[in-house]
Nanobody
Framework: QVQLVESGGGLVQAGASLRLSCVASGRTLDIVAVGWFRQAPGKEREFVAAITRTGDSTVHYTDSIQGRFTISRDNDKNTVDLQVSSLRPEDTAVYYC?????????????????WGQGTQVTVSS
C-alpha cells in the first residue's frame, strides 16, 4: 500500500509561481511512476505531468502547460514536486498526486493506483 500527501497550494495572483510537493509513504518500491493531475470546478480531472521513479526520470507533460510547469523527483525524500510558473486563472484547480505500479499503455485515469487528497491552487486575475 502507498499513501500520498500533497502540499504547497495557495492563493496567488496571475503570473506567480508555486512549488507543489507530493510525499509518498508505505511500499514506495512498488511505484514505477508518479503523476500530477488537476481538477477545476465543474470539470473532469485532467493529466498534467508524470515522472518515472527510477532510471533516467522519463518525463511527460500535457501540451497545455509544457514550458510553464516542471516535474521533478527526490527519491531520498520520497517526494515528487511540481513547479508551476506563470500561473493563469485557468490553472485554478485542485492538484492531485498519483502513483502507478505499471507502465502498461492504458488510459491514464485507469493506470494510476494510488491518489492523494489534493492541494488547492487558486489564481486570481
Amino acid at each position: 500500500q502507498v499513501q500520498l500527501v500533497e502540499s504547497g497550494g495557495g492563493l496567488v495572483q496571475a503570473g506567480a509561481s508555486l512549488r507543489l510537493s507530493c510525499v509518498a509513504s508505505g511500499r514506495t518500491l512498488d511505484i514505477v511512476a508518479v503523476g500530477w493531475f488537476r481538477q477545476a470546478p465543474g470539470k473532469e480531472r485532467e493529466f498534467v505531468a508524470a515522472i518515472t521513479r527510477t532510471g533516467d526520470s522519463t518525463v511527460h507533460y500535457t501540451d497545455s502547460i509544457q514550458g510553464r510547469f516542471t516535474i521533478s523527483r527526490d527519491n531520498d525524500k520520497n517526494t515528487v514536486d511540481l513547479q508551476v510558473s506563470s500561473l493563469r486563472p485557468e490553472d485554478t484547480a485542485v492538484y492531485y498526486c498519483a502513483a502507478r505500479r505499471s507502465m502498461l499503455a492504458v488510459p491514464r485515469e485507469n493506470a494510476y493506483d494510488y491518489w492523494g487528497q489534493g492541494t488547492q491552487v487558486t489564481v486570481s486575475s
